[in-house]
């Protein structure tokens, strides 16, 4: 069993900058692929980044690509979301999941989420 919890989501203008933590609980999180998924109000869920176990492979949605960056540190058992050069369309409830399966951009791939973190971009 893994319990994820993030932080780090808030109000921001155009252009500027969050970064969003995702702490889990368990002694095997390092086993764990991790990601990061967004939904924004009346869409679906989408991906935006995942890392892989060693931290080594990343992969992102072409949206975000060159903005967002995807790291983990599994002394900390933290996964972490650096989130630059915001826009509004990047307006949604951010969410962190594992999977114990390899890095992937589907969300069925994920077993365990997050409750979830706002972010805000206003323009």
């Known amino acids: 069993q893994v319990q994820l919890v993030e932080s780090g989501g808030g109000l921001v203008q155009a252009g500027g900058s969050l970064r969003l933590s995702c702490a889990a609980s368990?002694?095997?999180?390092?086993?764990?692929?991790m990601g990061w998924f967004r939904q924004a109000p009346g869409k679906e869920r989408e991906f935006v980044a995942t890392v892989s176990w060693s931290g080594h492979s990343t992969y992102y949605a072409d949206s975000v690509k060159g903005r967002f960056t995807i790291s983990r540190d599994n002394a900390k058992n933290t996964v972490y979301l650096e989130m630059n050069s915001l826009k509004p369309d990047d307006t949604a409830v951010y969410y962190c999941a594992a999977s114990s399966g390899p890095h992937s951009h589907f969300d069925y791939e994920y077993n365990y989420w997050g409750q979830g973190t706002q972010v805000t971009v206003s323009s």
């Open positions: 368990g002694r095997t999180f390092s086993s764990y692929a």
